[in-house]
């Protein structure tokens, strides 16, 4: 059973501040890694896909891989009030046909 | 682009029922998949079709069932609605794969099962 674990939060960051949301997965053969974000009674929207280990970088957001400890991060830098949402870490099965497996989501509140 | 596209947004239906979600892609994209989310399970895997094929199949009982049309719109279809069926239904697309692309997802369908 491939399981991708989220600490569920709330995680409450000042405004300004670094949030570093994290999740683990089990499967160690997964490639893509992917991080959603979830507005209240919104559908996920796509922030960062990773393939390679290391950082990427897409403006205030930083995604970071390590497949040996099996763990992905976020890092929002400069963090804002409409940053405020439920952050989704999905990984995909060893094999590229097998479907995502998404985390329950960590919830972000970025206080004003 | 448009974006994905999810028919209806919001549905109220009763036990014992049946109802029929559609989903239309984004154009090009040949992969749809089909999520489950609650507030208690999150985001939970039901189906994905490929080139009218299912490709994948999640853990869910028989009553839910899917199929894709050969211009890549989707259905997916609950029989005998139970109350834990209530749920915002999600549809995402990709151009090839739903495990190595990436997906884009609709606004989702709403269903209160009564």
């Known amino acids: 059973q491939k399981e991708v674990e989220q600490n569920s939060g709330p995680l409450s960051v000042p405004e300004g501040a670094i949030a570093s949301l994290n999740c683990t997965y089990s499967?160690?053969?997964?490639?893509?890694f992917f991080w959603y974000r979830q507005y209240s009674g919104k559908s996920p929207e796509l922030i960062m896909s990773?393939?390679?280990?290391g950082d990427k970088e897409d403006g205030r957001f930083t995604a970071q891989l390590n497949k040996a400890s099996q763990y992905v991060s976020l890092l929002i830098r400069d963090s804002q009030p409409s940053d405020s949402a439920t952050y989704l870490c999905?990984?995909?099965?060893?094999?590229?046909?097998?479907?995502?497996?998404f985390g329950k989501g960590t919830r972000l509140s970025v206080i004003a | 682009k448009a974006g994905v596209t999810q028919t209806p947004r919001y549905l109220i239906k009763t036990r014992g029922q049946q109802v029929t979600l559609s989903c239309s892609p984004i154009s090009g994209h040949r992969s749809v998949s089909w999520y489950q989310q609650t507030p208690g399970q999150g985001l939970q895997f039901l189906f994905e079709y490929f080139s009218e094929t299912q490709r994948n199949k999640g853990n869910f009982p028989g009553r839910f069932s899917g199929r894709q049309f050969s211009n890549s719109r989707s259905e997916m279809n609950v029989s005998t609605l139970e109350l834990g069926d209530s749920a915002l239904y999600l549809c995402?697309?990709?151009?090839?794969?739903?495990?190595?692309?990436?997906?884009?997802f609709g606004p989702g369908t709403r269903l209160t099962v009564l």
């Open positions: 995402a697309s990709s151009p090839v794969t739903s495990g190595g692309d990436t997906q884009y």
């Open positions: 499967d160690r053969g997964s490639q893509s």
């Open positions: 990773i393939y390679s280990n």
């Open positions: 999905a990984v995909n099965g060893a094999s590229g046909n097998t479907p995502l497996v």
